[in-house]
């Protein structure tokens, strides 16, 4: 990731250019000084004070559509295509819960 563009809002947001490594398919969602940033099968989440990659969330087997923060900021949410959405702990980046058994994307 390279960052192109940085601008302020209510919080300080961060842009990262696409790499081709990482296909066509990029979401992001920002809460409190924390960034999550889904492309292909994996999410990423940075600390955009200090720009500093915290955790690689790896267990989707196909491209994720969207990512979010629990409003508490305590977990991530990634929904994909391979038909399952995944809860994990946003401290330790750690897959705590798999939703399976949809007959589509999620």
Not at 48 to 67: A, F, G, P, S, V
Request: charged content about 25%; glycine content about 4%; some cysteine.
């Amino acid at each position: 990731w390279r960052r192109i563009a940085k601008f302020h809002s209510p919080s300080e947001i961060l842009i990262f250019k696409q790499t081709s490594r990482l296909g066509q398919q990029v979401t992001a969602n920002l809460l409190s000084g924390r960034i999550v940033v889904a492309a292909c099968e994996k999410a990423f989440i940075f600390d955009t004070e200090t720009n500093k990659l915290l955790h690689i969330l790896e267990d989707h087997t196909d491209n994720i559509w969207c990512c979010k923060f629990s409003k508490d900021g305590r977990r991530v949410v990634t929904a994909s295509e391979d038909n399952t959405a995944k809860i994990w702990d946003m401290l330790t980046g750690r897959l705590l819960l798999t939703l399976s058994g949809h007959t589509h994307s999620v």
